[in-house]
């Protein structure tokens, strides 16, 4: 049954109610009188969070600082992703007919579930961007054995579920099973894919990866909470094993789409894009593609600061991963209209801070949001690879180019990569002291007061998976080592600039520093 409960007026299918199974909660209780909706309360729950108010102060791609105000970091991110997500989830019910009516048997689309888990989405992310979320996880690993590392979207579904907490429940937010099912963007845990049958990567679904000693990349749940996410997906028996809710799905594909977008007006109004590099690529493959397909790969990756190479292999990738949709010609067809679209009408004239350059932005960014937004196609039956809301053919290589733009422009910079390697540092220097300050008999004791608690809670999750499966774990090893993991990935990007320097002995500012703990 579709599951909507806050109806807009006239909207196809208004008068359905939530389903029982899609309602409930980990701990059953009563709502206040007066609340309209059980989502509205999760989402409340969501944004009252303190977790949710820090994404204020952790990086989204460009570190905030020296930067200013300019650019976006995690919170206002999020914020224009729910924004996003709820017009696509307002669009689709208004479309009603056969779309609608697929969606409807799929589980529903509610606007204020897809708000909910738009605006939770980041929660999980650790200070220092997507640097940090690539860090803690080899750290997790190789430092302090945790085989399932650390993922950002793991994280979040941590935190909803178990490391937040509200007046209900000592454990998570308890919200209804619909949010919980709808921020599972990668909905397995990694070890589900540490096999050797998985498959090439074009079978696999999308952030699966091909390392099968390390399992998936990309995925929702640790060991810890893996049995709560089964539980949430099984509310959905027309949802395949390794795919999203419709309510996800429409979430994940605002995501792209905010991601591919904004994040660019950061880069135009920090000048970091540059008009003549960028031009000079994409001009160079659409003028020599002939010779350039021609070369054998050894030769194009040999080559890669030569203009169009980059391109062509970011082609070849995309074509390779993504048989199922890829298309050469519509691949060509997206490269112009970004020229178009970004290069000529934005990057063409520098950014000065005056009235006509926010109003270049303000057009670029209406143009691309509206015309990704108009795009949206509804599956009954995706490939493995896609959600049951997507993209179209045309907008999804749209959004492929936009972020070869932000992946070859941006992230591959010298002057980036020089800073993330020194928060690399940060992060390690977070891990190494936390995690002998708790296994100190002598000192221990005076560690923090939120980083005991959370030993103590996460060694006693340990211990009833192990009385469920046992394994042989060592659960006070393991909960001290998820405790240092969550521990560092709650800081915002100042606190754990502040924490490495106050555990590395070097902070000037003890009282104010250590405060924050």
């Not at 099912?181 to 952030?207: S, T």
């Not at 509206?370 to 690879?385: E, F, G, T, Y």
């Not at 992230?411 to 300050?437: C, K, M, N, P």
């Amino acid at each position: 049954m579709m599951h909507n409960s806050d109806s807009l007026p006239g909207a196809p299918g208004s008068d359905a109610a939530p389903s029982g199974a899609m309602l409930e909660r980990t701990t059953p209780e009563q709502l206040p009188d007066g609340v309209d909706s059980a989502f509205r309360v999760d989402l409340e729950r969501i944004r009252f969070s303190p977790y949710f108010s820090r994404l204020s102060a952790v990086t989204q791609v460009i570190p905030q600082a020296g930067s200013g105000t300019v650019v976006h970091n995690r919170l206002t991110h999020s914020l224009k992703v729910t924004a996003v997500a709820r017009s696509i989830a307002v669009s689709l019910r208004n479309r009603g007919g056969k779309d609608w009516d697929t969606i409807t048997k799929l589980g529903g689309c509610d606007h204020i579930v897809v708000q909910a888990a738009a605006s939770a989405h980041d929660l999980g992310h650790p200070p220092f961007g997507h640097l940090g979320e690539q860090v803690l996880d080899r750290l997790a690993r190789d430092r302090l054995g945790l085989a399932d590392g650390f993922e950002g979207n793991a994280q979040t579904f941590r935190i909803l579920t178990e490391i937040d907490n509200c007046h209900a429940s000592e454990r998570g937010l308890n919200l209804t099973a619909a949010v919980r099912a709808a921020v599972l963007k990668y909905p397995w845990a990694r070890e589900d894919w540490r096999r050797d049958d998985a498959g090439p990567a074009d079978q696999l679904p999308r952030g699966v990866g091909i390392d099968r000693d390390l399992g998936a990349a990309k995925f929702s749940a640790y060991t810890l909470d893996a049995a709560e996410l089964v539980d949430v997906k099984s509310r959905y028996s027309r949802i395949g094993k390794h795919q999203q809710t419709v309510e996800c799905s429409v979430m994940d594909v605002a995501d792209d789409i905010a991601y591919s977008v904004h994040d660019l007006d950061d880069f135009y109004r920090a000048g970091v894009l540059q008009y003549a590099t960028i031009a000079a690529e994409l001009e160079r493959w659409l003028a020599d593609r002939a010779n350039l397909a021609a070369l054998d790969d050894a030769t194009l990756e040999s080559s890669l600061r030569t203009p169009g190479h980059s391109l062509e292999r970011a082609w070849r990738r995309t074509a390779q991963k993504d048989g199922w949709i890829a298309d050469e010609g519509e691949f060509r067809d997206a490269v112009r209209r970004v020229q178009e679209g970004l290069v000529e009408s934005l990057l063409s004239i520098p950014f000065d801070g005056g009235i006509d350059a926010e109003r270049r932005v303000a057009a670029f960014t209406h143009y691309w949001i509206d015309r990704l937004k108009a795009s949206i196609a509804v599956d009954a039956n995706p490939d493995v690879r896609s959600g049951h809301v997507r993209l179209s053919r045309d907008a999804w290589h749209d959004v492929v180019v936009l972020k070869f733009v932000h992946t070859r422009f941006v992230l591959d910079r010298a002057d980036l990569t020089i800073y993330q390697r020194g928060q690399a540092r940060v992060l390690a220097s977070l891990v190494e002291g936390f995690h002998a300050w708790l296994a100190d008999p002598n000192d221990s004791p005076r560690a923090p007061r939120r980083l005991l608690d959370s030993v103590e809670a996460t060694i006693e999750s340990y211990a009833e998976l192990e009385h469920a499966e046992p394994r042989g774990a060592d659960v006070v090893r393991l909960g001290r080592a998820r405790a240092v993991i969550d521990y560092i990935a709650s800081f915002t990007d100042a606190q754990a600039m502040s924490a490495a320097a106050l555990i590395g002995g070097t902070s000037d500012r003890l009282w104010d520093d250590g405060r924050s703990l």
